[in-house]
Each structure stands twice: as C-alpha cells, then as structure tokens.
C-alpha cells in the first residue's frame, strides 16, 4: 500500500530557511500536499504540487519534488515563530480521493 | 463564510459505550472525508462520502465504526462499543467537488478519550 514518510522534529532559528523532507512509495502519485497544523487547530492546506512539476514557488514557500527517488521537500524561507507547527505531508494517487499522509514533522523555531 | 464544523470538540467516554461524533462540511460542497489522527501518528483515512454515490468505508478499522451523511450534508461517525485504542482525534474535511485536485478543507477535530 502507499507510504508516506517524514522526520519527526526540526529545529531551527528564526530568520534561517527550514526544509522539511518526505518520502513517498506509491509510484502513481498525482498530487502531493504540505498541510500545517497548529496547536489545537484543524489542518490547514500550504500548498500542493502536481507529479508532472519538479518545483512550485508560493511567497516564502517553495516545494521541490523528485519523482525518482520520490522526494518532496518544504522550504520555508526566513522562518518565524509563527511558524512553528506540525508539517505534514501528503500524496493522492490516481482513483483514490483520500489522502495519505505522514506522520508530520514538528517545526520548532527558536527566537 | 464558515469552515468545516465538528462537534463536540472533545468527548470523553467509558469503555463499552457508544459515541456519535458530526461533522457539518461547508456549504455545497459534496465530498466528504473522515480521519483518524492518534497520538504522534498521520490522518490515517476512514471513510469517504462523494455526492449520493456509495461510500468508501475501505478505511474503517472494524465493524463498530459507521458513518452516515444526511442530505449530501450533515455526517455523523458512530463509534460502537468504544476500545481505549480508539481515543484519537476525528478530523473531518470537505471538498468542492470530486476531483482530486480539490483542496480538502479540515475542521478542527473532536479529541475522544475512551477511559
């Protein structure tokens, strides 16, 4: 079945760029999704790449997909508090409407 | 205008009891989704509702789990019998249309705690 894996923690200080990595297995991915979560709060839709697009650029979110080896990354650029979160990631294969997400990476920033 | 509602936000239960949980999607839109989020793990997908087509229940862990959804709206996930490994949060998320390009949109969760 389809697999989603990430990092469990990340640290890092504010202004500095965070990347967040995961991988995935199932080769017929379509679409691949970065959702935040904050505390006591529902998931919130960063953004999304389409399989065919190798990078995707939104203000200070920028998403790299590697279909060959089946890699996606989050690069939050000049990080702040406020963005400390729960990452997850997430892949919809062809036919299949519900998402299969990670187990999330926490992004601690530090002032 | 509003997001996806869920109530209640927390409900906590005795082992053995039954426990309704409901999700109020946005307006309009015609998918549904239910999730499972257990203590450090991913959404781990339980059921999906698209239009008047049947559901998907491939997600469901057993037979004490059911959903309904009323009038292409309202959905309520049943909880029979309740486990204490069924204390998890219960994200619902809707979209506008069966596409899987659609942006599912989360409400908040109902944390459950099963004693």
């Known amino acids: 079945g389809e697999d989603v894996e990430q990092s469990l923690f990340l640290s890092v200080r504010e202004g500095d760029s965070s990347v967040i990595n995961c991988t995935y297995t199932?080769?017929?991915?379509?679409?691949l999704y970065w959702y935040k979560q904050e505390p006591g709060a529902g998931l919130q839709l960063l953004t999304y790449?389409?399989?065919?697009?190798d990078m995707k650029q939104d203000q200070r979110l920028t998403v790299l997909l590697n279909k060959k080896d089946k890699h996606l990354s989050l690069r939050i650029a000049d990080t702040q508090t406020g963005d400390s979160a729960i990452y997850f990631c997430?892949?919809?294969?062809?036919?299949?409407?519900?998402?299969?997400f990670g187990s999330g990476t926490r992004l601690q920033v530090q002032p | 205008g509003a997001g996806v509602s869920q109530s209640p936000s927390n409900k906590v239960t005795e082992k053995g009891k039954d426990v309704e949980l409901r999700c109020d999607p946005i307006?309009?839109?015609?998918?549904l989704y239910w999730y499972r989020q257990s203590l450090g793990q991913g959404l781990e997908f339980l059921i999906y509702?698209?239009?008047?087509?049947?559901?998907?229940k491939s997600g469901l862990p057993s037979d004490r789990f059911s959903a309904e959804r009323t009038g292409g709206s309202v959905s309520t996930l049943t909880i029979q019998r309740t486990q204490q490994e069924d204390s998890a949060v219960y994200l619902c998320?809707?979209?506008?249309?069966?596409?899987?390009?659609?942006?599912?949109?989360f409400g908040p969760g109902t944390r459950l705690t099963v004693l």
């Open positions: 998320a809707s979209s506008p249309r069966d596409r899987s390009t659609d942006t599912q949109y």
């Open positions: 199932d080769s017929s991915s379509t679409y």
């Open positions: 790449i389409f399989s065919n697009m």
């Open positions: 997430a892949e919809s294969g062809t036919g299949r409407r519900a998402l299969t």
């Open positions: 307006s309009g839109h015609t998918a």
């Open positions: 509702f698209q239009g008047n087509s049947a559901p998907d």
